[in-house]
């Protein structure tokens, strides 16, 4: 059973750092691309970063590029998403999102497995 898991959401101040973590286990993800997207109370879900398999590339929604960075640890089965800058519009439930053997994608429906989400809160 594939299964994400999403740590180190929590409560921050604006202009803050966090970063979140996505262990992922059941399959071999090393081979699947990643993504982070994320969702506010009435908004829909939203893409924020994704990054290759190999870690060679990625792409950034243009609302947290120069701020948030993707990275992957493929020996670790761990992908994350460090945010600095952090601004209280950034608040959302953060999802961990893996697509099997494809490319980077900004699609929600594109991505075959999910995270439970974690929650990010950035104050003013």
């Known amino acids: 059973q594939a299964q994400l898991v999403e740590s180190g959401g929590g409560l921050v101040q604006a202009g803050g750092s966090l970063r979140l973590s996505c262990a992922a286990s059941?399959?071999?993800?090393?081979?699947?691309?990643m993504g982070w997207f994320r969702q506010a109370p009435g908004k829909e879900r939203e893409f924020v970063a994704a990054?290759?398999?190999?870690?060679?590339?990625?792409y950034y929604a243009d609302s947290v590029k120069g701020r948030f960075t993707i990275s992957r640890d493929n020996a670790k089965n761990t992908v994350y998403l460090q945010m600095n800058s952090l601004k209280p519009e950034d608040t959302a439930v953060y999802y961990c999102?893996?697509?099997?053997?494809?490319?980077?994608?900004?699609?929600?429906?594109?991505?075959?497995?999910w995270g439970q989400g974690t929650q990010v809160t950035v104050s003013s």
């Open positions: 999102a893996a697509r099997g053997y494809g490319t980077i994608t900004t699609a929600v429906r594109a991505y075959d497995y």
């Open positions: 059941g399959r071999t993800f090393s081979r699947y691309t």
């Open positions: 990054i290759i398999w190999s870690g060679t590339d990625t």
